[in-house]
């Protein structure tokens, strides 16, 4: 074989060598920037006192890719959070969020499916699944709100005396009742003694207008029976002499 045979085969060798190369960068790199799983991932959080469930798409490709979200129960699908959604992934992330309710400690089932029907990049879910944090965004309301006092505090629970007016209109007797003459009769002063209640407490102690009578009869009596002594002593003086 002459020279420029030998050259042009080692040129040839050396050329395929390279095509061979690049055709093996090229792939790895065009593998190493292919969608895959790793590059989705899911987070639970509050938009104020609502759930939202947020995936994000790292795929630096750009593949568009289909999400849907699933509640489960003991593996089991319940019921999918609202319709899937699409999103096209870039280098810092992109994202797209489903509104949900979610209770405490829930389970969720995220799905992933890019590519197209001939070529599928990725079909599969986001593993581990989605768990929701332990505290929920709204506090239940199931504690019944206590009722205030009726009584302000510091203010006695007693019940307020009367007004002046209403012991003032107590305390004062009813005026008596007009008498056939059409003049009333008026009320007694309230510590004047009457006559007819005089006659009565005379009555209950025993004293009475013939007090005065008794008395003089027993005074009459006391000189007699002195005149009676007196007279008996100068009478039995007389008789001894």
């Known amino acids: 074989m002459s020279l420029s045979r030998r050259t042009a085969a080692r040129s040839v060798r050396a050329l395929g060598v390279a095509a061979a190369s690049a055709a093996l960068a090229f792939g790895t790199a065009s593998s190493a920037f292919a969608c895959t799983i790793g590059d989705f991932s899911a987070t639970a959080a509050c938009d104020g006192d609502k759930g939202v469930i947020t995936v994000t798409d790292k795929d630096p490709s ?65 593993d581990p699944f989605l768990k929701t944090p332990a505290k929920a965004c709204k506090a239940d309301d199931t504690t019944t709100p206590s009722t205030p006092s009726s009584t302000p505090s510091g203010t006695p629970s007693a019940t307020p005396s009367a007004s002046p007016s ?20 008026p009320a007694p002063a309230g510590n004047d003694v009457q006559p007819a209640a005089q006659q009565s407490n005379l009555a209950e102690t025993g004293a009475s207008s013939n007090t005065g009578l008794i008395v003089g009869i027993a005074a009459l009596l006391v000189v007699l029976g002195g005149g009676a002594v007196f007279f008996g002593l100068r009478r039995r003086g007389s008789g001894d002499r």
């Open 62 to 126: 750009g593949v568009t890719a289909e999400v849907t979200v699933f509640l489960e129960n003991n593996n089991a699908d319940v019921r999918q959070v609202g319709t899937a959604q699409t999103v096209k992934g870039t280098a810092k992330g992109a994202t797209i969020s489903f509104a949900e309710d979610w209770e405490p400690n829930a389970v969720y089932r995220v799905h992933i499916e890019a590519g197209t029907k001939s070529k599928k990049l990725v079909s599969a879910d986001i």
């Open 166 to 185: 209403e012991s003032a209109d107590t305390e004062s007797p009813a005026p008596s009742e007009p008498s056939a003459g059409g003049e009333a009769t």
